[in-house]
């Protein structure tokens, strides 16, 4: 079994920063990619931020420049810094990884996700 546990979130006035945190943890043998997706109000769910285990990471074109994603690898952990957020930054955010797991012999490789956490950003 695999946990996602993301913490971080809350209010935030519009040009502040929050940090979210992201811990993997259980039968976990190896992660490849680790991101962020969010979902606003009656939206659907969008990516905002991956890195993979090259540390190659990709942002969503409302983020660039804004939104820093980082993984500290040897504990498991993934990190969204939001600086400058704005309105339309509130959303429930989750944090996914793809990631291999150990069993009985038995390897598996699938998504995860965790419950999200719910940053929202006031005028």
């Known amino acids: 079994q695999v946990y996602l546990l993301e913490s971080g979130g809350g209010l935030v006035q519009a040009g502040g920063s929050l940090r979210l945190s992201c811990l993997a943890s259980?039968?976990?043998?190896?992660?490849?990619?680790m991101g962020w997706y969010r979902q606003a109000p009656g939206k659907q769910r969008e990516l905002v931020a991956t890195?993979?285990?090259?540390?190659?990471?990709t942002y969503a074109d409302s983020v660039k420049g804004r939104f820093t994603i980082s993984r500290d690898n040897d504990k498991n952990l993934v990190y969204l810094q939001m600086n400058s957020l704005k309105l339309e930054d509130t959303a429930v955010y989750y944090c996914?990884?793809?990631?291999?797991?150990?069993?009985?012999?038995?390897?598996?490789?699938?998504?995860?996700w965790g419950q999200g956490t719910q940053v929202t950003v006031s005028s």
């Open positions: 890195a993979n285990s090259g540390d190659t990471t």
């Open positions: 259980g039968r976990i043998l190896s992660i490849n990619s």
């Open positions: 996914t990884a793809t990631i291999t797991t150990v069993q009985s012999m038995d390897v598996k490789r699938a998504d995860y």
